[in-house]
């Protein structure tokens, strides 16, 4: 009989903002599990070749790092060619990657537009069109990483909110779209790391979100890459899905 590992050794992973934080927590959980995996990043090199480094010493070539900036929707198809040239096929899609920082009316610009909406939905959107093919051929799937607070928006967070509920709505609507062959899932993170150097989140605001959720507790990244995992490997009979990994936080905002 096959064990789980012998199932998915062969899954070929792509994931945007691999290199540090929730990214790495995902990528380190699925290569553990036996998958291969292409770390993309914009600007955290040195991360990023430490992860592959430390995956490699694991499992020698069997992950790989490419960098792009994914507002440059004319590059994000070499994403996939890459991918499939250095390890054969793609399996699986993971848009990580993200910007967050406050819009609040009044103070809006178009740089802000772009560069919130173009992380966080343009690059899923163009990504998956250019995976769309090589993931039919291998019945893979794409995995998007929302956040709780799409069904009850953050105040002062007007295009980082949008850019998220369009990200829910592009997962479902490419679950129509690529089905059958390629399934199509989100997880929707809650309190599990902090932002880094925003001094909005300061002890006081902490302690007010972990009191807000049920489990009376902060996540950690890896509770984000255990439903990555589930969604990936675990569940071949669910698509369209959004996964809430938020300590029961969004039941009680």
Known sequence: MNTVKDKVKNKVVLITG???RVGAAICRELHANGAQIMIHYKSSVVEARALQAELNLLHPNSAGIIQADLHNIGVLPSLINETVRLFGQLDVLINNASTYFPTEIGQINEENWHDLMGSNLKAPVFLAQAAANELRKHHGCIINITDMHVERPKKGYVIYSVAKAGLVTLTKSLAHELG??????????GPVQWPDNNPQFDEVYRQRVINQTLLKRTGQPEDVAKAVKFLTYDAPFVTGHVLAVDGGRSLNL
């Open 18 to 20: 691999g290199a540090k």
């Open 180 to 189: 059958p062959d390629v399934r199509v899932n989100a997880v929707a993170p």
